[in-house]
């Protein structure tokens, strides 16, 4: 009998990637399918498409269906045995929602095995209420939002509740946008998803429910008892979004079914073969990567840094410029998470200005560059961004010692001292925040793990260790979500094979062992790290300022 093997899918904005791994969480195969370059006939820029209303962005979910086939594919002409795989788990990107037609529960059950997911008139259109997903990149719904701030009290109330206060690309003002806008399509919207619970809907040939942590991003669930609240699922979508969204939100390791027939005749799969909970993407790279008294830093196309807060007898607080979301394997722990819309884009867009496209002449900038950029501090948000909430747009301040910041004008836009400082001012905004989500009685944070792309650049992770004071390490594997996803579907097999549903994630690490996937990259160097100690209240002026006169245009 050959040993198990575990299947883990990260449906990103992007692209689509699938991880196998072992039962010690070695990683046996790697496959990606990328939305623009493989299946350019979607005509996506960056895997999404923008409009046509102002701030609208959305994703083709017939492009995700052919990219699962693609995908499947691919791994089918490796030398993974498929029906070594036992059980599928995996991620997806937050916050983007899917809306499932009336006649959707039949057309899953009914799909044949001689027919790709992708065929035309498999399963789209008539499956779908709606032909795309908006996604976490839309901004188009900053009036649901206030009105959902403004129907339970207020954004601290809200932030109180769902452990967010309401953003423009969470799920439930999205469903509100719908609603308002197309009610034709929301009406006839038997079932909602989110991407995680998309994707295996289609393992299963049922609709799957929600998970618990991926269910923290939509500002409807209650973030610490992990249930709908009824009075959000009202104000979002009227009485008939509680029918919509389905069963309450389930636990990461839970066993929702075997993998249905279509996937065992077209590929070949186990018909034993487990389906377990997908969660978001955030949550899944927590999954894979930290322990305790670790900070995942994600330098993708969003930057994201994430905590994981143990269990304990009084909950975190809740701000309403963070997130804290329940935890994807452990009820009553949670994920204290920052996340900044304007990420790796922003940081190529000043490489393109500063040095062409050329990572090395970019680093060259940097590491020429003093440490505290002479004073000068940008802040650049291509896009409206999430912390602060809606700032948009480039400011340049210099700053000296206790003086007011001065707003400076006339700085060249290919000018050198950009290629710096586009990095100091992502990490500063971070490490500004970082004591006030942190529970009171939290340990010192020991390692910052980072991932994403800009993770390999080594120029970015000495300013990272330098900035926060703490070692860097990077993962054997880029793909984190992939690897979670993975992690969590070995999860809901052990816990099948111990017959213990209340077995915890960390048992199973302990009993079942585990590769080490870590490498030190950079370790700080103190009197740096002293100098952007000593930077943060300047930051803070700073970005001050630009709220002033965002607020102001």
């Not at 322990?291 to 975190?316: E, K, M, N, Q, W």
């Not at 010692?401 to 500063?428: M, N, Y």
């Not at 579907?489 to 080490?516: H, N």
Request: aromatic share 8%; hydrophobic share 40%; proline share 7%.
């Amino acid at each position: 009998m050959s040993s198990p093997l575990f299947l883990g899918f990260d449906l990103s904005t992007q692209q689509l990637k699938a991880i196998v791994i072992a039962e010690d969480a070695s990683i046996v195969h790697e496959s990606v399918v990328h939305f623009d370059r493989d299946l350019p006939i979607y005509g996506t820029t960056n895997g999404t498409v923008n409009g046509p209303d102002d701030g609208e962005v959305t994703s083709p979910v017939l492009m995700w269906l052919e990219a699962i086939d693609l995908v499947m594919q691919r791994i089918k002409n490796t030398v993974v045995d498929l029906s070594a795989i036992t059980s599928i788990s995996g991620a997806g990107q937050q916050h983007g929602s899917v809306y499932w037609s009336e006649g959707a529960e039949n057309a899953l059950a009914m799909m044949d095995p001689k027919r790709s997911l992708a065929d035309p008139g498999h399963l789209a259109p008539y499956a779908f209420a709606l032909p795309n997903a908006p996604i976490w990149q839309d901004s188009s719904t900053t009036k649901d939002c206030r009105e959902l701030e403004a129907a339970v009290g207020g954004p601290q109330i809200l932030a109180d509740l769902t452990g967010s206060r309401a953003y423009e690309r969470f799920t439930g003002p999205q469903i509100a946008r719908i609603r308002r806008l197309k009610p034709a399509a929301y009406r006839d919207s038997a079932r909602i998803s989110l991407v995680s619970s998309f994707i295996p809907s289609l393992f299963l040939g049922h609709i799957a429910p929600i998970e618990v942590s991926d269910a923290s991003g939509m500002n409807l669930m209650n973030v610490l008892t992990c249930k709908w609240d009824h009075a959000l699922l009202e104000a979002c979508g009227g009485p008939e979004l509680r029918a919509k969204i389905g069963p309450e939100p389930v636990v990461g390791g839970t066993i929702l079914g075997r993998i249905s027939r279509w996937w065992v005749e077209r590929w070949g799969f186990n018909p034993d073969c487990i389906i377990a909970p997908f969660t978001g993407d955030n949550p899944a790279t927590v999954v894979a990567l930290s322990a305790p008294g670790d900070a995942i830093l994600s330098l993708g196309t969003s930057t994201t840094l994430l905590l994981s807060i143990p269990p304990a007898d009084s909950p975190p607080a809740r701000f309403t410029t963070s997130h804290l979301l329940s935890h994807p394997t452990t009820l009553g722990a949670q994920i204290a998470m920052l996340c900044y819309k304007n990420g790796a884009l922003a940081r190529e867009q000043i490489r393109d200005r500063c040095a062409g496209t050329d990572w090395a002449r970019y680093n060259e900038l940097v590491e020429q560059s003093p440490h505290g950029n002479s004073g000068f501090m940008g802040f650049y948000f291509p896009l409206p961004e999430i912390i602060p909430p809606g700032v948009h747009g480039e400011f340049i301040f210099h700053c000296k010692d206790t003086e007011e910041p001065r707003l400076v004008h006339g700085l060249k836009s290919d000018a050198s001292k950009h290629a710096r400082a586009i990095l100091e001012s992502q990490f500063l905004s971070i490490k500004s925040r970082i004591a006030a989500i942190l529970p009171v009685h939290s340990p010192p944070l020991q390692r910052l793990i980072v991932t994403g792309g800009s993770s390999a650049n080594q120029t970015i992770r000495q300013l990272a260790a330098d900035v926060f004071g703490m070692r860097v390490y990077v993962a054997e594997s880029k793909e984190a979500a992939g690897t979670g996803g993975a992690m969590l579907a070995k999860f809901a097999w052990w816990k099948a094979q111990v017959g213990d549903t209340s077995g915890s994630f960390e048992e199973m690490i302990m009993q079942t062992g585990q590769v080490e996937r870590m490498k030190l990259v950079a370790t700080p160097k103190g009197e740096v790290t002293k100098v952007y100690d000593g930077l943060v209240n300047n930051y803070r002026r700073c970005e001050e300022q630009v709220v002033h006169l965002c607020e102001q245009a």
